[in-house]
């Protein structure tokens, strides 16, 4: 089944502590992005990749770093994480094709 | 530079009534237009998509939407609602199918639709 892979669903932690909200496709697709959604603001751009070790920024990329190492593979990264990082996070792939989305990561920093 | 507005952050008809949910849009290309659905705690499914060609597209679930370059509008229409229509809705815009050459899908600020018995 084709699909984007987020985890972990929920997460819950302090500010400061590093966390990785991993993201995996299974469809082989060249471009790959990080959204977060937030209450009247709808989805925003944090970071893109257009392919392997090709990636850039976004709307909103302060906070984020990325990396994609492997084409299947999109680490969205928190190095030190802040209250104002608490949203909704979803990974997106997709190649001459509409965007698939994942099912989402719901951060909440405290 | 590409910008979404929707009008309207929560939209409430009756089952069995018209939905309609209104975008338009800016572009200084030609458009790459779509309409996605926010189920309760769930990622973004696509309805629909505007490409090339016929300006009246439909999509799942009984929804449709017309491209109106006049208007620069692309609103979601359906003619009768049903209670698991009840979801949040998003339109978006790129200048390609799957992120731009900027490598951004434009989404509007969603419209959540409630649907009343």
């Known amino acids: 089944e084709a699909q984007v892979t987020q985890n972990p669903r929920y997460l819950i932690t302090v500010t400061g502590k590093k966390l990785t909200v991993t993201c995996s496709q299974n469809?082989?697709?060249?471009?790959m992005s990080w959204y977060r959604q937030d209450p009247g603001l709808g989805l925003r751009q944090i970071y893109y990749?257009?392919?392997?070790?090709?990636?850039d920024k976004g709307d909103v990329p302060e906070g984020y770093k990325v990396s994609r190492k492997e084409k299947r593979n999109f680490p969205l990264i928190l190095e030190s994480p802040s209250p104002n990082q608490t949203s909704l996070y979803f990974c997106?792939?997709?190649?001459?094709?509409?965007?698939?989305f994942g099912n989402g990561t719901r951060l909440t920093v405290t | 530079a590409q910008s979404v507005t929707q009008l309207g952050s929560h939209v409430s008809v009756s089952e069995g009534a018209l939905v309609l949910l209104r975008c338009n849009y800016s572009s200084s290309v030609p458009p790459y237009l779509f309409w996605y659905v926010q189920y309760p705690n769930q990622g973004l499914q696509l309805l629909l998509k505007?490409?090339?060609?016929?300006?009246l597209v439909k999509g799942i679930n009984g929804f449709e939407a017309e491209f109106k370059k006049s208007e620069t509008s692309f609103h979601l229409t359906k003619p009768s609602a049903h209670m698991s229509d009840a979801a949040e809705y998003f339109c978006a815009v790129s200048d390609s199918l799957y992120g731009g050459s900027q490598g951004n899908l434009i989404f509007g600020k969603g419209t959540k639709l409630s649907v009343k018995p």
């Open positions: 990749s257009m392919n392997v070790e090709v990636t």
């Open positions: 997106a792939s997709g190649s001459n094709s509409p965007l698939h």
């Open positions: 505007y490409t090339t060609g016929a300006t």
């Open positions: 469809m082989n697709h060249e471009y």
